[in-house]
């Protein structure tokens, strides 16, 4: 009976080609703007969260922000990374001075950095900052990508001399291009950190990252925001960011976003679903005496009822199936210009799936129901 009840169906909606397009369009554009929105936004989150992970999931950055107490000592350093699960500690200074090269001077901003700060990823060309750099304070710089493009055009900085703040440096590499997650270093020269603090006479650190063991991120911030908070005697004098809690956050907003965009494409949904139910209704009328003659022969309410019931299922799923290959279509060009991964989740075609089948059983029941209520003999006196 079953298998009965679709064939008519599918009778019933091909034989009516052009009203049954009509009628599936407002399905079709809510399930392909279901697709196209819940699949672009996977593609910018799943960019963004890679983005964020080159920096490692398990890193932290801390900042000082008090004015009594420009930052933390050498010494208060070294406790820090001594805590139980930090790896390693990248500190930071930053200093505004002229650089001179190439016979230009000009004012730019100067890093100090440890050896921790530099992975595979950050050096372009050259070296990084080594471990006996740092304990040496030697006078070697890296430069960004920018400055070394616009002050060495056509021969390599390698080996060449600048001056930075009066004192000579040797350019030992360059710095590929920054993120644009992260402090940009494109136009900016990178000392060892230790040399930055001698040179400019600094004996505390207000910004530094955390890198710790996998999985130990939380105990660490616990561990980090009670004795930096003991440090400075119980102020506010500090944040703790986690890249850990970044992702957490971005996955938080994703969802959230996703579930206001879906609210805004179902309106298309809920107006497919009043479109057939509009032709539904006037498939009952125009067919008042088929349902008599079934009636008459034997039918029951609830028989007439399934029939009408898979004529409006079989409209939503089909605007469903058309939609979801549109949405992947216009997905797929988007993610393409817009530069983020295609992701194509089998939920998301589900949940638009669903929603459709759930759209046709709803607005096709009263009809349904109307059909089911007629009397055989009302319904072959009217026909």
């Known amino acids: 009976m079953i298998r009965e009840n679709i064939r008519m169906a599918w009778l019933t909606v091909i034989s009516h080609k052009m009203r049954s397009f009509l009628t599936i369009l407002g ?4 399930t392909a703007s279901i697709i196209t929105l ?18 490692g999931a398990d890193r932290m ?30 500190p930071t200074t ?27 990823s950050t050096v372009a060309d050259g070296r990084s900052i080594t471990p006996l750099d740092v304990t040496s304070r030697t006078q070697v710089a890296l430069i960004g990508d920018t400055l070394a493009k616009n002050a060495f055009p056509t021969t390599s900085p390698l080996g060449e ?3 930075i703040g009066g004192a000579r440096y040797t350019i030992i590499g360059t710095l590929a291009p920054s993120s644009e997650f992260s402090m940009s270093t494109d136009d900016a020269v990178v000392i060892p950190v230790t040399t930055a603090l001698h040179q400019f006479h600094q004996n505390t650190i207000a910004s530094f990252d955390l890198y710790t063991e996998a999985g130990q991120s939380e105990s660490v911030n616990e561990e980090v925001t009670r004795q930096l ?31 206001l965009l879906i609210g805004i494409a179902s309106i298309s949904l809920f107006v ?30 609830g028989k007439i009822r399934q029939q009408f019931l898979f004529e409006s299922v079989l409209l939503s799923v089909l605007g469903g199936v058309v939609g979801v290959l549109f949405g992947a279509i216009l997905a797929l060009g988007l993610t393409m210009v817009m530069g983020v991964p295609f992701t194509l989740a089998a939920t998301t075609v589900g949940l638009a799936l669903g929603l459709s089948v759930v759209i046709g059983v709803i607005f096709g029941y009263i009809p349904a129901r109307k059909a089911s209520n007629l009397q055989p003999i009302e319904a072959l006196r009217n026909a």
């Open 27 to 30: 399905i079709v554009i809510g």
């Open 38 to 55: 819940m699949t672009v936004i996977t593609g910018v989150t799943d960019s963004i969260n890679e983005e964020v992970a080159t920096f």
């Open 61 to 90: 950055t801390v900042q000082i922000e008090d004015g009594m107490k420009n930052g933390v000592s050498s010494a208060e350093l070294e406790r820090l990374e001594a805590i139980e699960g930090v790896e390693s500690i990248s």
């Open 94 to 120: 930053t200093q505004s001075v002229d650089v001179s090269f190439s016979n230009q001077t000009a004012m730019k901003t100067v890093l100090g950095k440890s050896d921790a700060y530099f992975t595979d």
């Open 161 to 163: 001399t600048m001056t």
């Open 229 to 259: 908070t003991t440090a400075f005697n119980g102020r506010d004098a500090f944040t703790v960011t986690s890249f850990e809690d970044a992702l957490a956050s971005i996955d938080q907003i994703n969802a959230l976003l996703s579930m």
């Open 272 to 301: 497919g679903g009043i479109g057939i139910m509009n032709m539904m209704l006037v498939s009952v009328t125009e067919r008042t005496s088929e349902i008599g003659l079934r009636k008459a022969l034997g039918a029951t309410p």
